[in-house]
């Protein structure tokens, strides 16, 4: 009897993946429930949602070491070295988010031409880019993947409070970095 259970779960889940891919375009793919797997399993919606956080995280990781191998002028090690905090957390982040994923039965994708055609991050520019272009276009780049988190998080929270709760901590590290990075450029106010 649970052979056949199984079997009718897998024959369910496949047409309501074949169905729900043809709905939603842009949706990370589902996994069949497996074995003693009965948990919460993310929607299309959902599963695009994190899609979406997921990609600017990995862009942001990547476009940091491009600014962290090019930063150039004052201040260069700080820079240097504040990049490096910003790409590891970024990576931290963007692994945090697809695990979750796997365990709501969303198949992330990391891919690079995935992340090239999903990202709401700017390009960043090639060659030697001063600290002070540095700071700013960092900063706009990390406000950027706040926006889409910001974006797409009542969705999320409708479904998963749980998930929000993971882009909550995400949100509120990375808007530390984004006064810090900033700050560089910064002159007081009279």
């Known amino acids: 009897m649970a052979a056949k259970s199984t079997a009718t779960q897998k024959s369910k889940n496949a047409g309501t993946k074949t169905k729900d891919s043809a709905k939603t375009k842009d949706a990370a793919e589902t996994t069949p429930l497996e074995n003693a797997e009965k948990g919460f399993q993310a929607s299309p919606e959902l599963g695009r949602d994190l899609q979406a956080v997921l990609v600017d995280l990995i862009e942001l990781s990547v476009q940091g070491k491009q600014a962290h191998w090019n930063v150039v002028g004052r201040n260069f090690r700080d820079t240097h ?110």
Not at 93 to 120: C, I, N, Q, W, Y
Not at 156 to 183: G, N, R, Y
């Open 81 to 190: 070295l504040q990049l490096d905090e910003i790409i590891e957390a970024a990576r931290g982040f963007g692994d945090t988010v697809a695990e979750r994923m796997r365990a709501l039965h969303a198949a992330p994708d990391g891919r690079s031409a995935t992340v090239a055609k999903a990202t709401t991050l700017p390009e960043f520019p090639m060659g030697e880019v001063s600290t002070t272009e540095t700071i700013d276009l960092i900063t706009v780049r990390l406000e950027a993947t706040v926006a889409t988190m910001r974006r797409v998080h009542d969705q999320v929270d409708d479904e998963d409070p749980t998930s929000a709760d993971i882009l909550h901590a995400i949100i509120e590290k990375l808007e530390q970095f984004a006064w810090m990075v900033s700050a560089e450029n910064r002159t007081p106010a009279s």
